[in-house]
Every structure is written in C-alpha cells, then in structure tokens.
C-alpha cells in the first residue's frame, strides 16, 4: 500500500512538472490557447502560486479575453488575505481595455496597502514596473522606505530613474549607492554604462563627469577618481584616464600598478602609442618590483620594435642586451628570453643565436609551464629556421605534458600548421580535428579554417598543387619575407583561377597587402571575395576586415557601417559577429554595454 501511494504521489509530481513545462512553453511560442488550458489547471491545482495566476491571466489578455481575467481576479480578491499584487493585475488589466480611471482606481488601493504593511513596497513596486508604470513603482519603493527605514530600494528607485529619463537623479542615487558602500562599483558600472558612449560631448557623459568632479571635490575619495578614469576609457581620453591614475597611485602609496599596466594594454590595444609609452615610462620609473619594471621596459621595447626599420634594430638590441645584462637569465626573467629570442628571429633573421640561447633558458630550474613556455617559443624559431621535425618533437611534448590546458591546445596547433608547412597534409588534419572542441574558441575558430582550407581544396585536386603553393607562400609570411609570399599567392590567383583555393589566396595576400600598407591592393582583394565568393566561408572575414578598413584607415563610417552590418544579419555564427555588432552600434552612436 506504502509503495502504491508514493508511486502515486511521484506520478502527480511528475504530471504536475510537465504541465508546467507544457504552459511555460507554448506561452513562449506565442500559442496561448494552448498554453491557457495547462495555465487554468495549474492555477486551480496550486491556488497559492501566483506565478500560476499570472500565467492565467497573461494568456486571457494575450487572447483579449478581458472579462474572464476580471471575473478570476475579482474571485482571487475575494479570498482570504489575497495577494496585494493582484490589485495592479487588475489595474492594467483595465488599461488594456483602456479604462483609466477604473485602472487608477485598483492601483491606488494596492499602494494602500503599503501603508498597512510596508514589507509589500518591492513586490508591488516590482509589479508596477513591470507594466512601465514607473510612477507608481518609484511611489511603492519610496512609500515603503518612508515607513519603514530598515527597507533599502535604492537600487531599485535608480534604475528607474534612468528609465523615466531622470539622468541626473539616476547617476546621483548609484553613486551615493557607492559613497555609502551599499553596492560594489562594478555592479553600478555596468548600469551606468547603458547610458555612456564614446562621445565626450554627449549630454550624459558630461554630466557624469560634473557629478563625480563635484563629489571629488566635497569628499576626495579614491572611488571617485576610479569612476573618472574609467568615464575618460569609455571616451578613449587614455591621457585624462592616465591623470586620474596617477592620483590614485599615489594616494595608495604605490602600492600596486596594476591598474596602471591595465589601461597603458588598452592604449596599446587602441593603437594610442604614445600615451602607452608614456605610461610604462612611468611604471618604470615608479615601480620598486623588478618584474613589473622589467614588463613595462618590454612593452616599451614592443612600441618601439612597432614603429621601427631595419636601420634601428641594432639600437633595439642594445637595449635588450642591457635588460639582459641587469635582470640575468632567471626563472623570474623567462619573459625577457623570450622576448630577445623572438627579436632575434623574427626581426634580425638569426634564428641560430636565439636557439642557443632558450635551450640554455631550459636549463633553469622550471616548472611544467614555464618549460611549456620556453619550448612553444624555442617551436616556433625552429619552424622558422626550417628544423620542422625538431619543432614537432618539442610541441609533441606540451601537448603530452599539458594536454587539457591551453598551453598544450596551442602545442597541438602548431603541430597542425607545422605540418601544413611541411605539406603533411594528412596529419595536419588528424590534429584540427580534435582542435575544433578546444575551450578557446581563437584556436577552435584557427583549427576549423585550416581544416577547412586542406579538405575543400584536396578533393577537386587529388595532387593537391594549389594547396601546396598556398602552404609555400603562408611559411614565407610566417618568415616575414612578405613579398615572396605575396607573389606565392599571385602564382595561385593567376594559374589556379576558379579553383577553391582562389579565395583564401585573396583573404591571405589582403592582410599581406594590409602589413605593408597597401590598403587599396586590400581593399580590391576583399572586395573580390565578396564579389566571387560571397556565399563561401571566408566572406564574414572580408566583411569584417574591409569595415575595419574603412572605421580606421579611410575614415569612411558609412561604409565601415555597411560590412559590419552584413555580419549582424547574414553571419550570426560569425567569430566577428559581437566586435562587428559592437563597431556597428558605436558608429551608430548607441549607448555601449
């Protein structure tokens, strides 16, 4: 008998689980007959659930029955201690039928029942809300403060404020939420910033900025200068943002950098050289650790290597020498032979002197990591100096040793593209395939496109001469020897026309084209990918690259305009799709989360 009964009841649970499911779903199908036959079940089963109820009467409303949802709200007044929510159901379920006096009427009697039980200022205010009837929500949550002190809404009270349009009560009410230590600042950063843009002359941006210049001035607290230069971030000022941070340094005794290391990158990031150089000069200066110091002298290196000819590099040298000379080869310096290995590879074309020197680094005393570090690196100078089965051996073992981590997802890509080089297409591919699931989705995304580059273009040629060619010219790229590689792919694009791999030599030869400046040659080749192969893979990645073309080169935001919107509507799956989502929205002048 036990055993039928909790059989029984397991059943009912479970019947009652899937009508639940049933209503939630066809309501959001937008079939509400459908939904309205579990919904009235559901709510004539569990009498209390007003989420039940507000189901029920959603799809009598949907279904512009008016009078049914009147006659199953008057019923549930009716009961004992009815829901004061209830009260606004049936406000707006007469200003459906536009009835606003009889609207008004119910939702008076709800904030009445405040005054009986101020514990019922966010239920109702969060009702009143949620019909933008933002009045009335800010005269529940403000009704209920005042009668009852220990209740806080003011959190509540400043989203709506921003949503009346009250820009300046809303700024006031989160920062004094900060002032008052109520809130965390990134909490309140990520609702202000649905109100910011790029613009420092918008009206919102320069209110924000007198606020907080006026609370720096009346309580000078480091929270204030935070808010100003992340403000000044947004409008990509990094000089006023530097300001602020130097102030906030200071009054914390430099106790840290970090914050100044994080907005000299977003500079960097920004291509604002000169206001990051300026930065890390000050780190260097400032700072009393030697491994920030020793960061910041590398990214100084990194700025000066990105403006530089061939005529500077024995002065860059110098100066990697002298790092050398004063920090040592360390464990605590791996990032410096790194650096200086990759200088001397990939800029001075002595790939030899750099080998030598990480096989030593190897040497020190290193955990997993750090000799996973030095051997990706030692890899890829070996590639380069074309000792391509050396290189295998040493990715081959990262991958092994760190085979869930990134570090180790990034060996066995370059075990994929070494062999690519090598033409060992085959391999390459038994690679991508498991890379495709990796948990960093830059790599994921690299490994579909080189799979995708091998497979499509061995099957219409079984010798596979154009990929061979295609392989060629990307290891002379890999080498810096651009115009060998660019003239690689002109090979492909004047002797393998209509083939497929005619429009992956477009895409490469572009960026090449784009490396040396030749933006109008980049220009023209993109265009041709749109235009020949607009329906093939590659297309989102010549949208994406000419709408960056035209925001940042050409100064041309109507076009930039264009691309980035074909990615929004026509390549939702697209790796761009959120950057172009994002550029599209900024030159649209939208508010920016």
């Known amino acids: 008998m036990r055993l039928f009964l909790l059989l029984l009841l397991l059943f009912s649970i479970s019947l009652g689980a899937q009508e639940d499911f049933l209503a939630k779903q066809y309501f959001a199908d937008g079939d509400f007959e459908k939904a309205l036959v579990f919904y009235e079940k559901l709510a004539e089963k569990n009498p209390r659930r007003t989420d039940y109820q507000q189901g029920l009467i959603s799809c009598y409303q949907q279904l512009q029955r008016y009078n049914d949802a009147e006659e199953f709200l008057l019923k549930q007044l009716k009961q004992r201690n009815p829901h004061p929510s209830l009260f606004i159901e049936l406000g707006y379920n007469y200003t459906l039928q536009e009835m606003p006096d009889k609207a008004n009427e119910y939702y008076t009697q709800a904030l009445q029942i405040i005054e009986q039980n101020p514990n019922y200022g966010y239920a109702l205010g969060y009702q009143f809300q949620k019909y933008s009837l933002l009045d009335k929500a800010v005269l529940a949550y403000t009704k209920a403060m005042e009668l009852n002190p220990a209740l806080d809404y003011s959190f509540q009270l400043a989203r709506l404020y921003g949503e009346q349009g009250n820009i300046d009560k809303m700024y006031r009410s989160y920062l004094d939420l900060i002032g008052n230590g109520k809130t965390s600042k990134s909490n309140i950063l990520r609702n202000i ?246 948990t960093s989705q830059l790599i994921a995304n690299d490994a579909m496109q080189l799979s995708l580059l091998i497979s499509d273009n061995s099957l219409e040629d079984s010798t596979q001469t154009a990929l061979k060619k295609y392989a060629r010219a990307d290891f002379l790229a890999y080498q810096n020897k651009t115009e060998e590689a660019i003239e690689g792919l002109e090979d492909i694009l004047q002797n393998h026309k209509g083939e497929k791999i005619e429009d992956e030599a477009l895409l490469k030869q572009a960026q090449l084209f784009e490396a040396q400046k030749k933006y109008e040659s980049a220009e023209f080749n993109y265009k041709k990918i749109i235009e020949f192969y607009g329906n093939g893979i590659l297309a989102d990645d010549a949208h994406f690259a000419l709408g960056e073309l035209y925001r940042k080169t050409f100064d041309k935001p109507e076009k930039a305009k264009g691309h980035y919107e074909k990615i929004i509507y026509n390549y939702q799956d697209s790796y761009y799709f959120p950057q172009a989502r994002k550029n599209f929205r900024i030159l649209r002048g939208d508010a920016i989360n």
């Open 193 to 438: 910033d649905d109100f910011i843009t790029e613009d420092p002359e918008n009206y919102n941006n320069t209110l924000l900025k007198q606020i907080l210049l006026e609370k720096a001035q009346k309580t000078p607290e480091i929270v204030w200068n935070e808010l100003l230069s992340w403000l000044f971030v947004q409008q990509e000022q990094y000089s006023s943002a530097f300001r602020q941070e130097k102030a906030i340094y200071k009054r914390m005794d430099g106790s840290t950098t970090v914050r100044l290391e994080n907005l000299a990158q977003t500079a960097l990031d920004e291509e604002e050289t000169e206001i990051a150089r300026e930065i890390f000069n000050y780190i260097v200066k400032e700072t009393g650790d030697e491994v920030t110091r020793l960061e910041a002298n590398l990214n100084l290196l990194d700025i000066e290597l990105l403006e530089s000819t061939k005529s500077d590099y024995p002065s860059i040298q110098k100066k990697y020498e002298e790092l050398i000379d004063t920090y040592g080869y360390r464990t605590q310096t791996l990032q410096l032979q790194v650096a200086y290995a990759k200088f001397l590879t990939f800029k001075k074309d002595s790939p030899e002197l750099a080998i030598k020197l990480l096989k030593n680094s190897l040497e020190l005393p290193l955990n997993d990591r750090g000799t996973a570090y030095l051997k990706l690196t030692l890899g890829d100078i070996l590639v380069y100096d074309r000792k391509f089965n050396e290189a295998l051996i040493y990715f081959s073992q990262i991958q092994k040793k760190l085979k869930n981590d990134v570090l180790g997802q990034n060996a066995r890509y370059k075990v994929a593209e070494t062999s690519f080089y090598k033409g060992d297409f085959d391999w390459a591919l038994t690679q991508l395939k498991v890379l495709r699931g990796s």
